[in-house]
DNA sequence: AACTGGGTCAACCGCCCGATG
DNA sequence: CCATCGGGCGGTTGACCCAGT
């Protein structure tokens, strides 16, 4: 037996919304919120719509400062890093783009993100005329059987890689090393502190390339996006990326990532990352030279420290000094912090008294 | 002018999850 | 512990628009 309908299908109005009943939702709410109810809300001021339905038409356009429409370089930017990191979490992804939805990011995404990140790949790719089956099967083999040591509850998902270039002195294979290890084995160099060094000794970690995990959500609070460039330079980065949680006073919109597991790392993204890590494959110098351009050029750092990285950075040390110090931390969070917990933004910050 | 195909986006659908009784 | 409910989310649909033929 199904559930019940949330409300009486054949009493309810479909469709386009009128602006009659646009301006009497959003008056309503405007004056009373939402009485913390999206069922009853339209009986209570005479609508012939579905609870949802308010609460969609409210979020996705009703709200106050939404913006349609016009995404900004840095907001595609954004888009896609988080695409690649956190997959389709589009509410998560909204939360960083002030005014924006999740509805609308969505929609920009299948409409023209993803065309325009897959064509410049495609052009990169005639370019460089490689085959990437080998990075691709890689990806998925390595990717199903890892689980950080240590990590209990929340799984980080690193692909686990044997290093098949450096040994590894520690007991255990760090996951930054497995992320750096097998982008050099795939032909990526990781300079120390300058493009033009070709050793595999490390301090640039894509691992490292995590998103703010604990800034301070709000939603006029964008991330300082200034030196992300991922369309324009890389044209996306690793999608090795893994999701974490953090627990830092539950008010960050990251505290959300949470994998319930290993399939969940490329949750999602299974085609289109799947082109994406070709992408990388085929541009993975590219791509660190934009890890290099995001962070500097030296201070690239692999925060695990093992002996496959030459630098414990001197830079490191005030991690703040980094434009994303939080890709850091947070990776130090996940770690420590074993709590996922999904939440989303404060509605009740948009709904008036409730 | 009519048709067509592709792009866009608002809205719906159905599932999941947490809260509650 | 279980059933129910509402909120929230991601995926999908379909109406509309527009450029090309």
């Not at 054949?10 to 301006?23: C, F, I, L, M, Q």
């Not at 686990?160 to 795939?186: C, E, G, K, W």
Request: aromatic residues 10%; charged residues 20%; glycine residues 8%.
């Amino acid at each position: 037996m199904g559930r019940a309908p949330c409300c009486d299908k054949a009493n309810v109005k479909k469709g386009p919304w009128s602006p009659e009943e646009d301006t009497k939702l959003k008056a309503y709410i405007e004056e009373n919120g939402t009485g913390g109810n999206w069922i009853a809300l339209p009986q209570k001021i005479g609508l012939k719509r579905c609870g949802k339905s308010c609460r969609l038409r409210w979020l996705n356009y009703l709200r106050p400062n939404i913006r349609h429409g016009g995404f900004s370089e840095e907001e595609d930017n954004i888009i896609c890093s988080l695409y690649i990191s956190i997959g389709s979490r589009w509410s998560i992804i909204a939360a960083q783009l002030p005014g924006r939805t999740d509805n609308d990011i969505k929609n920009y995404w299948n409409t023209k993100l993803k065309k325009k990140l897959l064509g410049k790949q495609r052009k990169e790719q005639q370019a460089r005329g490689a085959t990437c089956l080998t990075f691709k099967h890689e990806m998925k083999r390595e990717s199903e059987n890892y689980t950080v040591p240590g990590m209990v509850n929340q799984v980080a998902h690193w692909p686990l890689l044997q290093p098949p270039v450096m040994p590894l002195p520690s007991t255990h294979q760090d996951p930054h090393d497995s992320i750096r290890n097998l982008l050099v084995r795939l032909g990526g160099r990781f300079s120390d502190n300058h493009p033009h060094s070709s050793t595999t000794t490390s301090t640039i970690n894509p691992m490292n390339f995590r998103y703010p995990l604990d800034v301070p959500f709000a939603q006029d609070q964008p991330y300082d996006q200034n030196s992300m460039n991922i369309l324009s330079s890389a044209s996306s980065l690793s999608p090795l990326n893994s999701t974490c949680s953090q627990v830092t006073g539950g008010t960050t919109p990251f505290d959300v990532i949470n994998v319930d597991g290993p399939n969940d790392v490329f949750q999602g993204l299974d085609g289109f990352q799947a082109e994406l890590s070709e992408l990388i494959y085929s541009n993975s110098q590219q791509i660190l030279d934009g890890f290099e351009g995001f962070y500097g050029t030296d201070n690239m750092v692999d925060g695990s420290s093992t002996g496959t990285s030459s630098v414990e950075s001197s830079s490191w040390g005030d991690i703040n000094s980094l434009p994303y110090p939080q890709f850091v931390s947070g990776f130090e969070a996940c770690q420590q912090q074993t709590i996922p917990q999904v939440s989303t933004y404060d509605e009740s910050s948009y709904f008036g008294p409730q």
